[in-house]
């Protein structure tokens, strides 16, 4: 089905003095950007006249100090085939706004980054998202943070095989780049020999589909009201993680297990309320330990990510390799005498 994309984004710069080397000494194991959209499944339907309030952030002046940045952006897809299902548009325009805040204290930060997005043919598509929401504290023998929160495991590019601690934003990246924010205490520990984390996850986040009008979705539309889960306790079971990394000379490794909620579900087929047919999804409850290694060769990078998941039917196991070369200028090439 081609598609065209035509996008118009508008970024803000951040406010001096700060910049993002100066705040982010403390951070720099921890990634400052989470999504979770508020449709169902995540934390309730806001009606869309929030979005001036939005834009009265983005612009007002901050009253303390701090970091401010962001973005405003404009969407057209047009669509060069007719539509396949009933109600689906040959085109669509949608608006977002991302703006976030970043302050540092001497032993701790704060961000927020809400999301919203107006789409003029998906109803599921409009959103109004808390990208992030998350406390961090350091003294110094650790790190402790509160919050909404996106963290990203993984060294390949085609796969992300061990990146599980975030479910998927479908509806914003068919590609399953971007994911939901996922509300957690992370308690960080960095040592000589290494840094362990653990993540507790109080609260699941169902992953986000295309609407009955929304394009680039499934024969059957996926009926989000009726998600299944192994658990009893649904969205409310509390999954856990482990990762330990450590950098070994040319080598970086990362060890992890999670223990908890599938981010993958799997479908049944089911009908709607009017009697039509839809895929549910159902999350089966799973465990997943995953290796990472990456080998910086001079210009090469070498890397590998591998897992084993049980859970989701008979165990299986799975990995992904690649590489990356940077040539160097033609100055800062070795000569050879």
Same mark, same amino acid.
């Given at each position: 089905?081609?598609? *065209?994309?035509?996008?118009?984004?508008?970024? *803000?710069?951040?406010?001096?003095?700060?910049?993002?080397?100066?705040?982010?000494?403390?951070?720099?194991?921890? *990634?400052?950007?989470?999504?979770?959209?508020?449709?169902?499944?995540?934390?309730? %339907?806001?009606?869309?006249?929030?979005?001036?309030?939005?834009?009265?952030?983005?612009?007002?002046?901050?009253?303390?100090?701090?970091?401010?940045?962001?973005? *405003?952006?404009?969407?057209?897809?047009?669509?060069?085939?007719?539509?396949?299902?009933?109600?689906?548009?040959?085109?669509?325009?949608?608006?977002?706004?991302?703006?976030?805040?970043?302050?540092?204290?001497?032993?701790?930060?704060?961000?927020?980054?809400?999301?919203?997005?107006?789409?003029?043919?998906?109803?599921?598509?409009?959103?109004?998202?808390?990208?992030?929401?998350?406390?961090?504290?350091?003294?110094?023998?650790?790190?402790?943070?509160?919050?909404?929160?996106?963290?990203?495991?993984?060294?390949?590019?085609?796969?992300?095989?061990?990146?599980?601690?975030?479910?998927?934003?479908?509806?914003?990246?068919?590609?399953?780049?971007?994911?939901?924010?996922?509300?957690?205490?992370?308690?960080?520990?960095?040592?000589?020999?290494?840094? =362990? %984390?653990?993540?507790?996850?109080?609260?699941?986040?169902?992953?986000? =589909?295309?609407?009955?009008?929304?394009?680039?979705?499934?024969?059957?539309?996926?009926?989000?009201?009726?998600?299944?889960?192994?658990?009893?306790?649904?969205?409310?079971?509390?999954?856990?993680?482990?990762?330990?990394?450590? +950098?070994?000379?040319?080598?970086?490794?990362?060890?992890?297990?999670?223990?908890?909620?599938?981010?993958?579900?799997?479908?049944?087929?089911?009908?709607?309320?009017?009697?039509?047919?839809?895929?549910?999804?159902?999350?089966?409850?799973?465990?997943?330990?995953?290796?990472?290694?990456?080998?910086?060769?001079?210009?090469?990078?070498?890397?590998?990510?591998?897992?084993?998941?049980?859970?989701?039917?008979?165990?299986?196991?799975?990995?992904?390799?690649?590489?990356?070369?940077?040539?160097?200028?033609?100055?800062?090439?070795?000569?050879? +005498?």
């Amino acid at each position: 089905m081609p598609e *065209i994309h035509l996008k118009f984004q508008r970024q *803000i710069p951040l406010s001096p003095p700060f910049s993002k080397g100066e705040t982010d000494t403390k951070d720099k194991n921890k *990634i400052r950007t989470g999504d979770p959209p508020l449709t169902k499944g995540g934390w309730g %339907d806001l009606p869309l006249y929030f979005f001036p309030l939005f834009l009265l952030l983005f612009f007002a002046s901050p009253a303390t100090a701090g970091e401010w940045s962001g973005y *405003i952006s404009s969407e057209a897809r047009l669509f060069l085939q007719d539509p396949l299902h009933e109600g689906q548009r040959e085109q669509s325009l949608a608006l977002a706004a991302q703006p976030e805040y970043y302050h540092a204290w001497d032993k701790s930060s704060f961000t927020a980054v809400p999301f919203f997005r107006l789409d003029s043919a998906d109803t599921k598509r409009s959103q109004l998202d808390i990208r992030e929401f998350f406390y961090l504290w350091y003294p110094g023998e650790f790190e402790l943070g509160i919050g909404i929160r996106k963290v990203f495991w993984g060294v390949t590019e085609s796969q992300h095989l061990v990146d599980i601690i975030n479910q998927t934003d479908l509806i914003e990246s068919p590609d399953r780049e971007e994911k939901l924010g996922q509300p957690m205490v992370n308690l960080s520990i960095d040592r000589e020999w290494g840094t =362990f %984390d653990f993540f507790l996850l109080p609260y699941f986040r169902e992953r986000t =589909f295309p609407g009955r009008k929304g394009r680039l979705r499934t024969a059957f539309v996926v009926d989000t009201d009726q998600a299944q889960y192994e658990s009893s306790d649904k969205q409310a079971h509390l999954d856990y993680a482990l990762r330990f990394t450590r +950098t070994l000379g040319d080598w970086d490794l990362a060890l992890s297990h999670f223990q908890g909620t599938s981010r993958d579900p799997s479908f049944k087929i089911g009908t709607d309320a009017s009697g039509k047919p839809v895929f549910i999804p159902f999350y089966d409850q799973i465990g997943q330990t995953g290796l990472e290694l990456q080998l910086v060769a001079e210009a090469w990078l070498w890397k590998l990510e591998a897992i084993h998941r049980s859970g989701q039917g008979k165990s299986y196991q799975a990995w992904t390799g690649g590489f990356e070369y940077t040539p160097l200028p033609v100055f800062l090439k070795p000569k050879w +005498t």
